[in-house]
């Protein structure tokens, strides 16, 4: 008989437990009162992202204007035309035509009263050259305004009008490139133009006349 009643109440207690169990399934589970917050929080607040709105026209033309030092002649104001061609996002092609108004004086000029150049003063070149962005980014202006921007370096070759003769010049520089819309670019250019002279010290030599100008182009 007490063998019976103890399986009885073994039984009895199984199923209490078994159903004590089941029914606490549902009940979240207990955290202490002082348990602190997560350190991270897996809610991330997404922004919009807008993507620049670039052009994919790879033909460039403008105009530009600024200053040359031009070797015994000193400074004069010069003017001109690009037209440049993207062979890819950073090599480009490109051409320049670009001339003077009439030239001061040499030193040589003055001092000995005669005209080596006559009625012929100006000074006027193209060349063709080939550039690379080196450092392709972006300008800030103030915290809203940001404008797509490089730093590029250029070079080529071409020839140069002085007086009545032409001489073969090289053409080297760099320049800073900011896009203000889609279509159009500002530039700024730092650009020397190496030819050699003679007749202004009865002597061959290498010039150097040192070029800076500010232009825009636009894209098509």
């Given at each position: 008989?007490?063998?019976?009643?103890?399986?009885?109440?073994?039984?009895?207690?199984s199923?209490?437990?078994a159903?004590?169990?089941?029914?606490?399934?549902?009940?979240?589970?207990?955290?202490?009162?002082?348990?602190?917050?997560?350190?991270?929080?897996?809610?991330v607040?997404?922004?919009d992202?807008?993507?620049?709105k670039?052009d994919?026209?790879?033909?460039?033309?403008?105009?530009?204007?600024?200053?040359?030092?031009?070797?015994?002649?000193?400074?004069?104001?010069?003017?001109?035309a690009?037209?440049?061609?993207?062979?890819?996002?950073?090599?480009?092609?490109?051409?320049?035509?670009?001339?003077?108004?009439?030239?001061?004086?040499?030193?040589?000029?003055?001092?000995?009263?005669f005209d080596?150049?006559?009625d012929?003063?100006e000074?006027?070149?193209?060349?063709?050259?080939l550039?690379?962005?080196?450092?392709p980014?972006?300008?800030?202006?103030?915290?809203?305004?940001?404008?797509?921007?490089?730093?590029?370096?250029?070079?080529?070759?071409?020839?140069?009008?002085?007086?009545?003769?032409?001489?073969?010049t090289?053409?080297?520089g760099?320049?800073?490139?900011?896009?203000?819309?889609d279509?159009?670019?500002?530039?700024?250019?730092?650009?020397?133009?190496?030819?050699?002279?003679?007749?202004?010290t009865?002597q061959?030599?290498n010039?150097?006349?040192?070029e800076?100008?500010?232009?825009?182009?636009?894209?098509f």
């Amino acid at each position: 008989m007490e063998s019976r009643l103890r399986v009885f109440l073994l039984i009895s207690l199984s199923a209490v437990m078994a159903g004590c169990s089941l029914f606490g399934r549902d009940e979240p589970p207990m955290t202490e009162p002082g348990a602190s917050k997560p350190v991270i929080s897996p809610e991330v607040e997404r922004r919009d992202v807008r993507k620049p709105k670039i052009d994919a026209e790879d033909f460039k033309v403008g105009a530009f204007a600024g200053l040359i030092s031009v070797e015994d002649f000193g400074s004069e104001t010069i003017y001109g035309a690009r037209a440049s061609y993207l062979v890819t996002e950073d090599l480009f092609v490109e051409g320049t035509y670009a001339r003077t108004g009439s030239l001061g004086l040499t030193s040589a000029e003055v001092l000995a009263g005669f005209d080596l150049l006559g009625d012929n003063r100006e000074y006027e070149y193209y060349d063709f050259s080939l550039g690379y962005n080196l450092l392709p980014g972006e300008t800030f202006i103030g915290r809203n305004w940001a404008f797509n921007s490089s730093l590029y370096v250029i070079g080529g070759a071409g020839q140069t009008s002085l007086g009545l003769d032409d001489y073969f010049t090289l053409t080297f520089g760099a320049g800073y490139q900011v896009l203000p819309t889609d279509w159009l670019a500002l530039d700024f250019g730092v650009r020397d133009h190496l030819f050699e002279i003679e007749f202004t010290t009865g002597q061959k030599k290498n010039t150097h006349n040192i070029e800076l100008t500010l232009g825009f182009s636009v894209f098509f």
